[in-house]
Nanobody
């Protein structure tokens, strides 16, 4: 099983990034996929979730209207489009698959001028 995140980096406030998470080794199309983020000394925070059956999405209040989660079951990939980024969005972002409880290695997002 592998979840490989990519797309992180350094961006100025107000900018955009798109994260990708490529999955393998399990049935991606039947998995609920989520993005979490974590900063040093804090617990991992749920950012967004997308269901497998209907594509229903849910977001943390802090990112509603700015972030969009999507998935492409033909590519076994989940995405997180992040717009209007703020310094407080700085974190390591992880993707997660349920069932299975699989995690990726994380990708760093830094929002700074």
């Amino acid at each position: 099983v592998q979840l490989v995140e990519s797309g992180g980096g350094l961006v100025q406030p107000g900018g955009s990034l798109r994260l990708s998470c490529k999955a393998s080794g399990f049935t991606f199309s039947r998995s609920v996929m989520s993005w979490y983020r974590q900063t040093p000394g804090k617990e991992r925070e749920l950012v967004a979730t997308i269901s497998w059956r209907t594509g229903t999405t849910n977001y943390a209040d802090s990112v509603k209207g700015r972030f969009t989660i999507s998935r492409d079951n033909t590519k076994n990939t989940v995405y997180l489009q992040m717009n209007s980024l703020k310094p407080e969005d700085t974190a390591v972002y992880y993707c997660n698959a349920v069932p299975g409880g699989y995690w990726g290695q994380g990708t760093q997002v830094t929002v700074s001028s």
